[in-house]
């Protein structure tokens, strides 16, 4: 693989500026159906933004077997029954908090969400109500979607049960549910409403932090799902009025600011997509998706969630954990077929690497040794190991966030020697991609252990690759 040279780099750190960012926070997706991809997968990027000292762990979880009568623990005293097995994920962990993993599970089901507000009563009047029942549901709906799933549909029916039981307890959310032959979106509401859009196969979807479902049909089951009550809950509270002559809009009705007004992260994602000039402010609400300039791939996606475009509508932010880009292809095992692409810290000044699903573990450092079950108990993650958020040589986060922070110091200068170097290694994984999957499914013809061991050395090469090319860059910087 290539390796930045000092020479290379002290040419590149005289070249020109560039305009940098400012700090904006808020995750955002990318979603792309299956016919608006260049090799038919369904792509699905995904920016992961908080405040405060974060660090994130990458972990491979085996299956788990469970006896009858096992239960699952929600984090507020619910209770669920536990599976007799649940699948092997790819999990990124974001110690603490509720509402910023994502997974990748055995079957192609990825997971993720963007915080998206609605309006409604506060979590003790819902309580009172009982609209949220045995504490209500936060961080384990995804966990359970992902462990239980085999497909976006069945996830996104699993996570409206769930919701309809318990109440869920967040402001309100958007939830991104794809396998290889579909994508949803599922919005959800504090309490014990939802709704869901299948995302259309020839169209691109951008998702910040606001819904997007708009006019929703009900007896169109193929394309929408939704909790039984969602629009007589929302008359009874005097929301909408179905004798007013315009049909139910979820986005109208249930969004929090009573203003419908254009954002300026779909704005930006829109004009990436598209390549073209798009006015701002628009007119009105744009459709939930567009067609794009040309079919997108893995490295397309990747470039929306670099951006860095400007006050406002800036995608790639300090307060990024993890730029992640899910390849989920069909016609061929899933264990292959199905890539976590992952931009450890912000992806503005890191590299992009790929982690197949059938991967037997995930590389040394990404995330610390332990026990798989007691990594998913709830006490691990709300109540994390003393230096948990501690900078550590052990971990390879704390290697891309380092750099991360060196390119910070000089954003305009810095970025493109980080651009430059990360090109030329990104450009040489995807071209040795054909030929790595060609010989991976030779194996699994015949051993599938063997494929596994296969996928696995070659992501950990990669990975060692990129940890120490991340290094040298901030070496370089701080000199």
Not at 176 to 191: C, H, M, S
Not at 349 to 367: A, E, N, Q
Request: glycine share 10%.
């Amino acid at each position: 693989m290539v390796r930045p040279l000092r020479v290379v780099l002290l040419l590149l750190l005289g070249m020109g500026s560039m305009g940098g960012a400012r700090r904006v926070y808020g995750c955002y997706a990318v979603i792309v159906g299956r016919e608006a991809s260049a090799d038919g997968s369904v792509l699905v990027g995904h920016n992961e933004q908080n405040y405060g000292r974060r660090v994130l762990h990458f972990r491979r979880i085996p299956r788990q077997q469970f006896p009858a009568g096992a239960v699952v623990r929600l984090r507020r005293g619910g209770t669920v029954a536990q599976a007799s097995e649940t699948a092997a994920l790819l999990w990124s962990e974001n110690p603490g908090l509720e509402f910023s993993d994502a997974y990748l599970n055995e079957h192609g089901v990825a997971v993720v969400s963007d915080a998206c507000p609605t309006r409604e009563d506060d979590y003790p009047a819902l309580v009172a109500r009982g609209e949220i029942r045995q504490g209500g549901i936060g961080y384990m709906l995804r966990r359970l979607v992902a462990q239980r799933a085999t497909t976006a549909r069945e996830g996104v029916r699993l996570a409206g049960k769930l919701i309809e039981q318990f109440g869920y307890v967040d402001s309100g959310r958007t939830y991104v549910i794809a396998d290889p032959r579909e994508a949803w979106l599922l919005a959800v509401v504090r309490g014990r409403r939802w709704v869901a859009q299948r995302v259309p196969d020839d169209v691109v979807v951008g998702l910040p932090n606001i819904h997007l479902i708009g006019e929703v049909d009900l007896a169109d089951t193929e394309r929408f799902l939704a909790s039984a009550d969602l629009i007589d809950y929302a008359v009874g509270r005097g929301w909408f009025d179905p004798a007013g002559g315009e049909p139910f809009n979820f986005r109208k009705v249930y969004r929090r600011d009573r203003r419908d007004a254009p954002d300026l992260r779909r704005w930006r994602g829109r004009q990436l997509v598209s390549a073209e000039r798009i006015p701002w402010p628009p007119d009105e609400p744009p459709p939930l998706g567009l067609r794009p300039a040309r079919k997108m791939t893995v490295a397309a996606v990747a470039a929306i969630l670099r951006d860095t475009g400007g006050p406002g509508r800036t995608l790639s932010t300090p307060g990024t954990q993890e730029g992640a880009v899910f390849q989920l292809r069909d016609g061929m095992p899933r264990a292959i077929g199905c890539i976590y692409w992952r931009m450890t810290a912000e992806p503005a000044t890191s590299v992009l690497l790929p982690f197949y699903l059938g991967i037997g573990k995930t590389p040394p450092g990404f995330c610390p040794p332990g026990d798989a079950r007691a990594q998913l108990s709830l006490a691990h993650h709300f109540d994390p190991p003393h230096g948990t958020f501690e900078r550590g040589d052990d971990l390879v986060w704390w290697a891309f966030k380092v750099l991360q922070d060196r390119v910070r110091e000089d954003f305009d200068r810095r970025v493109k020697v980080v651009r430059t170097v990360w090109a030329a290694f990104e450009q040489e994984v995807f071209a040795e991609q054909a030929a790595v999957e060609k010989k991976a499914l030779r194996l699994w013809q015949s051993d599938p252990r063997a494929a596994e061991a296969y996928l696995t050395q070659h992501c950990a090469r990669l990975a060692a690759e990129a940890v120490g090319q991340a290094g040298c860059l901030a070496e370089e910087f701080a000199r």
